[in-house]
């Protein structure tokens, strides 16, 4: 049996993630930042500790086949803390993947890699980049990093561009960026188990009719995993549509929503020299 680890386990995501591979019975190795998890089945293997540190890295990649990556910072934050949690700390994990054989990273990248494109636009996976904020900029990176680690080192990685990870949507943009927990379950069982995969990227998105983004063509990477969501967040439209959009109007014209909008420079205030 594989031996998965999963980092970020004591985030919103990882929580989800760790309870639901436990109860599959997967052999896991979860790791939380600075506190420690307390072992939710007998004998559970955790641990926790900074991922800048070798030693740390070490410890979690140990024996394992596949890593899922959730490990770092997941909102917009100053400059310094995103380049030491999701670029020194992914290079850290990536090297550490080199040094114990790791076969495949699957990493949590995000639609904020993309969220200044605007609302209207329905995105094929080969879209450009258009980060809205240093931490879309630092999953831009770190697609990157998992690029240049599948070409170089042979280390496989799936991307997963993780749009709105909720229970269920609650407000309109939802209704375009909503990936359902059911959905995010079977993009990481397939992204564990199916074989030879090399280096994917896939919406993490889930069958909503307003979707923004577009997983389908016989190379993507939705198609190479076999991906075929099942939630749609139009079931919760006519709740979400009796209240008011709690975006402002520059939030409501990106797909990345209040990130995008979050320090913009309004256009009358542009290039004061031009
Ligand atoms: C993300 O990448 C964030 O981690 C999460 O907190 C949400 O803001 C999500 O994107 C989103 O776009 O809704």
Redesign the pocket.
């Known amino acids: 049996m594989k031996k998965i680890a999963l980092s970020g386990a004591g985030g ?2 990882g929580r989800v993630l760790r309870k639901a591979l436990l109860e599959r019975g997967a052999n896991l190795r979860s790791a939380a930042g600075s506190r420690a998890l307390e072992p939710i089945v007998e004998g559970e293997d955790v641990m926790h500790g900074d991922l800048r540190d070798p030693a740390v890295v070490d410890r979690l990649l140990e024996g394992v086949d596949v890593l899922i990556h959730m490990a770092g910072t ?2 917009e934050r100053p400059l310094p803390e995103i380049i030491e949690n999701n670029l020194r700390g992914l290079v850290e994990v990536y090297e550490g993947a080199r040094r114990h054989g790791v076969g495949r990273v699957i990493f ?1 990248s ?3 890699a993309i ?1 200044m494109h605007p609302v209207e636009e329905k995105l094929a996976l080969d879209c450009d980049f258009r980060p809205d904020g240093f ?2 900029l630092s ?1 831009v990176w770190g697609e990157a990093l998992g690029r240049l680690y599948w070409d170089k080192h042979g280390i496989e990685t799936v991307s997963i561009r ?5 229970e269920k949507p609650t407000e309109f ?2 209704l375009s ?1 909503w990936l359902g927990f059911e959905d995010l379950l079977q993009l990481i069982d397939l992204s564990i188990n199916v074989p030879d995969l090399g280096y994917q990227v896939v919406w993490g998105v889930s069958n909503n009719t307003r979707s923004y983004w577009d997983n389908s063509g016989t190379n993507s990477g939705a198609t190479r995993l076999g991906y075929q969501p099942r939630q749609n967040a139009e079931d919760y439209a006519a709740e979400i549509l009796a209240k008011a959009n709690p975006l402002d109007a520059t939030a409501q014209r990106y797909q ?4 995008a909008s979050f320090d913009f420079t309004p256009p009358e205030r542009r290039n004061p020299k031009r």
């Not at 993780?162 to 909720?166: E, F, Q």
């Not at 990345?256 to 990130?259: E, L, P, Q, R, T």
């Open positions: 919103q995501l997941s909102v949590a995000s639609n904020h969220g931490y879309g999953k993780i749009g709105s990870c909720i943009r939802h960026t990345g929503g209040s990130f």
